[in-house]
């Protein structure tokens, strides 16, 4: 559960950062036509579902974060957060927002070389013993 609980915490934060680009990105397409919004853009039913996901993500997030801290100590569970946090904010913008169209190959492959470590890092944090040297003890005569 360790790794559970703040993990989806991070995925919950990058659906919230997913739905929040894609609102603003909507606004700005609606904003940049003329100023008084047409009217295809108050009656779109994407606007209003995500302004309606962002809404009620952003609300779950803030008492997420609330039973995650509660539960475990932040020098545990942030790193897993944050590493999941980006790992959800870097494929949100390859995957649903096609940046992989503009990307070149070696971009791609120093991005997802950049996820690899950042899981490689979160599979570290959440490991509960750290490997240590074995030292024989010296027992005394």
Do not use: D
């Not at 609102?23 to 036509?33: D, W, Y």
């Not at 494929?91 to 169209?101: A, P």
């Amino acid at each position: 559960m360790g790794l559970v609980y703040p993990a989806s915490l991070g995925m919950l934060e990058g659906f919230t950062q997913v739905a929040m680009k894609s609102l603003m990105a909507m606004l700005q397409s609606c904003s940049a036509i003329s100023f008084p919004w047409p009217e295809h853009c108050n009656s779109s039913a994407s606007w209003w579902a995500f302004f309606a996901a962002f809404n009620v993500v952003g609300v779950m997030t803030i008492v997420w974060l609330k039973i995650v801290y509660t539960r475990f100590e932040v020098s545990a569970a942030l790193p897993i957060e944050y590493g999941t946090v980006q790992m959800c904010s870097y494929l949100g913008g390859v995957v649903f927002f096609g940046e992989y169209k503009v990307m070149e190959s070696w971009q791609l492959a120093v991005g997802f070389s950049g996820l690899a470590t950042i899981m490689a890092g979160v599979i570290i944090s959440a490991v509960k013993r750290v490997p240590r040297r074995l030292t024989r003890r010296v027992q005394p005569s």
